[in-house]
């Protein structure tokens, strides 16, 4: 038969007699978006997202159920036509409701799939589970162990019981590959492009993770003797065992990463050197400068900070502090100073902090942890000055009341006139800040910002200086170890563009995510189905063994202990979010995840066999019901054709 001639996008085209407009599109490669479409089932047009607009007649018509004619000219594409899919997928999510991505992995920094994860513990495959930490956390060992967790506060379990010791699984599967080894990913071939990063901290060490596997030479630079940054030399092995981030690094090296240690940036090495022998370079030199008090007397001997302090006791230099040690600040930092001052004899260990507990940035368990040590904290209370006693230090300190909310959001300490009271101490450590210390040639050319960080364009990590990036506690100020990896990640991916001539901050279109909301905001039914769990205690060592050794002091979870834990993740996420048809034409059409207070009254999630349907994911859009009516087979055949065609999620494998 004779082809129908016609046109679509200003091409002249054929089809043969009888296909629809969007059987002609396809066959000459024009791509229209489709959500209830598919190509082995009746067509309807019921969604209304594959309508085009037929030139010099004004309308706008269905392309999968509207079949070509002779001289036909049609327009898949423009503003008016984008508004109106916009219009209908935003009806059918009106509809739709549930989770895209879980409540966990979008609190996590670095967006790690740990549902993904967490689910193939619990079926016992491990080298899966560390395959999918990897993909966003290439520092699996030393992250389970130090990251405070920020996914288990969003756990959807709270609203049961207790949220999934998600942390310790990611440590449980890090450990797994250091008892049985496990196989390095495969790198692209090589670019010979050369990358230079200053700083084998979290952000470094992770931009040399993906800088290698696409196929780019690195070198790392780095003042100490080892890898690791603040993680070798900020925190106490008792925590963080060296052996631990020595396996972490291991990969690079096996990789191909060059390191350089003892390279200290602005002497040995510095910007201008490196641009001239590299394509690219990468700043991730953290924040290591302590803050100062600001008080009289912090310049005595007995006084210092907790950085320094915890970096000679890093690499053996530190001596004994006494038998009273005054810890000032409220962070990690102060934390892990307090305890590291008792593993090293002292008798008495007090904390002064400015504000309450609550207000503590430090890790909650690691505050705990300090206490049952025994460490003593003196909350609300100052220091004002440190004099040299006739028996050690002493430090002058006053009371403090909680006025205003400051600029960190937290109630401004306000001191209390006549509460002036003094503490004998033979070591004060300070702990209260840290600062970035950048060297000047470095400072003038990338660009920083008043506080001295440095200045880089969010999406790219670009600085001011072609081909120079930032990312880590040197960008931020200090900050989480699993942030600095999240920007350790981001660099890495902008350079990659940088390098193959692309633009660096081109990172695409945020994926659009539907959600319940907040992680108690689920459907009571949802937390009704779960059957209760009590979380399985992460094994440690008695406070008083811990107090004066620096063994680990949380041993971690056997394989048992793993599976039983991982077992009582909730599965927020959805099982089809990887090729959700509604999810992918929400993000290229711009659509905004809708604002609605949901009754759920029709929520359920059924199973049958290895089945499962979520009916307030479901959009009426009948492509169930068509499948149903047209394929042919075994009652596998037709489950595994309805999991496939459908295109919002409500219908998946278990």
């Known amino acids: ?79 008016e036509l984008d508004a109106m899919r916009r219009q209908s997928l935003e009806r059918l999510l009106a509809q739709h409701c549930g989770d895209c991505l879980a409540p966990c992995e979008l609190a996590c920094p670095a967006g790690c799939d740990i549902p993904g994860f967490v689910a193939a513990i619990a079926k016992g495959n491990d080298r899966e589970a560390l395959e999918l930490i990897r993909r966003t956390i290439p520092l699996p060992g030393i992250l389970g162990r130090v990251c405070p967790a920020p996914c288990e506060e969003a756990c959807r379990r709270h609203g049961v019981d207790e949220p999934v010791s998600i942390c310790a699984l990611k440590r449980f599967a890090a450990d797994q590959e250091m008892a049985e080894g496990s196989e390095l990913p495969e790198r692209k071939p090589a670019s010979g492009k050369r990358v230079a990063i200053v700083g084998a901290g979290p952000a470094g060490l992770t931009a040399a993770w993906y800088l290698l596997l696409g196929g780019h030479e690195v070198t790392i630079i780095d003042a ?17 065992p060296e052996a631990v981030i020595d396996a972490d690094v291991a990969p690079l090296v096996k990789m191909g990463a060059t390191f350089r240690f003892s390279t200290v940036f602005g002497k040995e090495a510095d910007l201008t050197g490196l641009k001239k022998e590299h394509d690219a370079v990468l700043l991730t ?70 504000r309450g507990r609550e207000e503590m940035p430090a890790n909650p368990l690691e505050i705990e942890e300090a206490v049952a040590e025994g460490v003593e904290l003196r909350l609300l209370a100052a220091p004002v000055a440190i004099e040299k006693g006739v028996a050690g230090l002493v430090v002058t300190a006053v009371e403090m009341q909680l006025g205003e909310p400051d600029a960190s959001g937290r109630r401004r300490p306000v001191p209390v006139a006549g509460s002036e009271f003094a503490l004998r101490a033979d070591t004060v450590i300070s702990a209260t800040g840290q ?39 040197c960008v931020s100020g200090p900050d989480l170890a699993i942030e600095a990896v999240r920007q350790g990640r981001l660099a890495a991916e902008a350079i990659d563009r940088f390098l193959s001539g692309g633009d660096p901050a081109a990172t695409g279109a945020a994926m659009f995510n539907s959600t319940y909301g907040a992680r108690d905001k689920a459907p009571h039914q949802f937390y009704d189905r779960a059957r209760p769990a009590a979380r399985v205690a992460v094994p440690e060592l008695e406070a008083e063994a811990r107090r004066r050794s620096f063994d680990e002091a949380v041993t971690g979870y056997d394989p ?60 009426d859009c009948g492509v169930c019901i068509r499948t149903m009516e047209s394929v042919t087979g075994d009652v596998v055949t037709i489950r595994e054709e309805l999991i496939d065609h459908c295109p919002t999620g409500a219908i998946s494998g278990r």
């Open 560 to 619: 048992e202990q793993a599976r039983e834990e991982a077992k009582r993740c909730l599965r927020c996420r959805c099982q089809a979010v990887d090729n959700c048809r509604l999810r992918n034409l929400a993000t290229a059409f711009g659509v905004a995840t809708p604002i609605t207070e949901e009754t759920h009254e029709y929520f359920s999630i059924d199973r049958s066999g290895n089945m499962r349907f979520e009916r307030e994911k479901c959009v």
């Open 435 to 473: 600062q970035v210390d950048l060297p000047a040639e470095a400072a003038a050319s990338v660009g920083t910002e008043r506080n001295g960080t440095v200045t880089v364009q969010r999406g790219s990590m670009l600085t001011g200086a072609a081909g120079v990036f930032a990312a880590g506690d």
């Open 285 to 354: 030199i953290g924040a290591s400068q302590a803050s100062k008090l600001g008080i009289p007397g912090e310049e005595l001997d007995g006084v210092q900070s907790g950085i320094g302090f915890l970096a000679d006791v890093a690499d053996g230099t530190a001596t004994a502090p006494g038998k009273s040690v005054i810890v000032i600040g409220g962070g990690n930092t102060t934390i892990d100073a307090a305890r590291t001052a008792l593993r090293l004899g002292a008798e008495s260990v007090t904390i002064l902090y400015r």
């Open 1 to 79: 038969m004779k082809p129908v001639n016609l046109t679509i996008d200003g091409r002249s085209v054929q089809a043969a007699p009888g296909q629809t407009i969007l059987e002609a599109a396809r066959d000459n490669g024009i791509r229209i978006p489709t959500l209830c479409f598919h190509k082995e089932i009746e067509a309807t047009g019921s969604c209304w997202i594959c309508i085009v607009e037929l030139k010099g007649k004004n309308r706008f018509i269905p392309s999968c159920s509207t079949k070509v004619s002779e001289g036909m000219v049609v327009e898949t594409s423009n503003a």
């Open 224 to 240: 100490n003797e080892k890898a690791g940054g603040m993680m070798r030399y900020g925190i106490p092995k008792f925590r963080l």
